[in-house]
């Protein structure tokens, strides 16, 4: 298409041949290769000049509005990768994304303009090599998936309890007096490895880590919670934690994405925002289990 188009632009094959700096016969050969894959005839060569049949009229037209549209988008993706501009999908778990990925989001939207986030919240995984997002944060180790993970941190998996409970319970120091207290069951998988097993008669069944924080201050049971999920109701003194000295070793905290053969520059600005800014998040919550900080 574009051939044609140059070769009507001057006016004749040896004008254009020079202007493309390839020989006239390999120009004429091309333009004759369309014409006989569409089955009919363009144009109409003469000594003088290049005349347009009726079907190379309407061809020609629709030519430069495809071509158009092919230098737009070739525009545009080519400057995903010089300047920091599109769409970018950002996944992360629900409560961590409002909690400590969303500031992140808001800082990153004003340092680059150019950039929509569509910032996907809930307790799941996403297919990244399917497109599903360009980054996703994830907790818990990673299965052998083929991702580039880039870790940012650790988090605790704890056991947190109401004053009120203990109270009435007294405070447990082995995972056997936790059979005494009622539980609350969050009905989601926390990463794996994280933490100890509680015992103890459920008496509360939910799908959200608010609610069961929420249920846990009310002193229906105690909870096993990842560290950030109830560190505001500690800090309050809500909840206190319990048997720190059985926890296991942190559970890894990444960020994710697939491996492209380059990076788009809004994926590239977002890690290296988002990185230092988890990390700085996660060392100042204090994520070391008293076992393992000493």
Do not use: C
Request: glycine share 8%.
């Amino acid at each position: 298409m574009s051939l044609l188009l140059d070769t009507l632009d001057a006016g004749s094959f040896s004008a254009a041949a020079r202007r493309l700096d390839i020989p006239v016969a390999t120009l004429t050969r091309r333009v004759g290769q369309l014409e006989a894959h569409l089955g009919v005839v363009l144009l109409l060569r003469s000594t003088r000049r290049l005349t347009l049949t009726d079907t190379g009229r309407r061809y020609v037209e629709g030519a430069r509005r495809v071509l158009s549209q092919v230098d737009e988008i070739e525009r545009d993706a080519a400057g995903e990768f010089v300047e920091p501009t599109g769409r970018l999908l950002v996944s992360a778990p629900r409560m961590f994304g409002r909690l400590h990925v969303l500031p992140i989001v808001g800082a990153f939207l004003e340092q680059h303009p150019g950039i929509t986030v569509d910032l996907q919240l809930f307790d799941g995984n996403v297919d990244l090599a399917a497109g599903a997002a360009d980054v996703a944060v994830r907790i818990g180790t990673l299965p052998d998936s083929g991702l580039i993970a880039t870790t940012v941190g650790q988090m605790r998996s704890v056991i947190a309890v109401s004053p009120l409970l203990l109270d009435l319970h007294g405070t447990p120091h082995r995972i056997d007096d936790l059979a005494m207290i009622p539980s609350i069951l969050l009905d989601i998988p926390l990463p794996q490895g994280a933490g100890v097993k509680p015992h103890g008669q459920v008496r509360l069944v939910v799908s959200g880590a608010e609610a069961a924080v929420d249920a846990a201050e009310a002193g229906i049971g105690y909870v096993r919670l990842l560290h950030y999920q109830v560190a505001d109701a500690v800090e309050a003194g809500r909840l206190r934690l319990v048997l720190e000295h059985l926890e296991d070793v942190p559970s890894p905290v990444h960020l994710l994405h697939a491996p492209l053969p380059q990076l788009p520059q809004k994926i590239r600005r977002f890690l290296d925002v988002a990185s230092e800014r988890l990390r700085e998040r996660l060392l100042g919550m204090g994520t070391e289990s008293r076992t393992n900080a000493g």
